[in-house]
């Protein structure tokens, strides 16, 4: 079964406008956290927000908030105030367990959204 | 400090042939792990290890042996390569406890002709 889940392959904004990544995820541990990165064409892989499982905030980076709901397993990225070089793919991605355990060691990636941004 | 270092960032090799991608971090990470990323598919994780002397299979191993013989360095070796091996390739580390993420190296993108 698929552990990270982005239904959406590309996505469309327009310059300066928000836009939402969903994101969901299916996991047993009660401990785990929530991770998306940001690749743009020039292929790195960039780190942009992390949320914890036992956060009870949101998590917010600057103009990159993560919208956690728990109970429906889903922590969508937004983006507030598109800009031309958000344009990439995003990818959500799940660490499980706790600190030290073997699996905390692993990263579980969705297959990614492409986001472009129009001028 | 230079954070996650990938080498080679290009390999062409012929079907067979074995080849060695290096992987080195100087952040004293804890966990270092190794991804292939394939049109479609995102990342899959090929193996991965906590700590030095320790390793063990992600999703997709096969082909692929490494070990972490020091914190620093987590080699991976592809055995005899096939085409199916085509991929970009990446090494990435973290520490073992808190919200950071894994930094990721730059990548080496691999044909197998």
């Known amino acids: 079964a698929q552990k990270i889940t982005q239904t959406q392959p590309g996505m469309f904004v327009q310059e300066k406008e928000a836009v939402t990544l969903d994101c969901t995820y299916d996991t047993s541990d009660q401990s785990y956290g929530l991770f998306w990165y940001k690749q743009p064409s020039s292929g790195e892989m960039i780190f942009l927000i992390y949320q914890g499982s036992y956060d009870e905030q949101n998590a917010t980076e600057g103009r990159y908030s993560l919208n956690f709901q728990k109970a429906r397993k889903s922590a969508n990225l937004v983006i507030s105030a598109s800009q031309l070089g958000d344009s990439a793919m995003y990818f959500c991605?799940?660490?499980?367990?706790?600190?030290?355990?073997?699996?905390?060691?692993?990263?579980?990636f969705g297959q990614g959204t492409i986001l472009t941004v129009h001028p | 400090n230079a954070g996650v270092t990938q080498t080679p960032k290009f390999q062409v090799l012929k079907t067979g042939q074995s080849m060695t991608l290096q992987c080195a971090q100087d952040?004293?990470?804890?966990?270092m792990s190794w991804y292939r990323q394939d049109p479609g598919m995102g990342l899959r994780l090929i193996h991965y290890?906590?700590?030095?002397?320790?390793?063990d299979q992600g999703e997709v191993p096969n082909g692929y042996n490494v070990s972490r013989s020091t914190t620093e360095d987590f080699p991976l070796r592809l055995l005899s390569a096939a085409p199916s091996q085509t991929s970009v390739y990446f090494c990435?580390?973290?520490?073992?406890?808190?919200?950071?993420?894994?930094?990721f190296g730059s990548g080496t993108r691999l044909t197998v002709v």
């Open positions: 991605a799940m660490r499980e367990g706790d600190a030290g355990g073997t699996s905390y060691g692993k990263l579980t």
């Open positions: 290890s906590v700590g030095a002397g320790i390793t």
């Open positions: 990435a580390s973290s520490y073992r406890t808190g919200s950071y993420g894994y930094t």
């Open positions: 952040m004293n990470h804890e966990y």
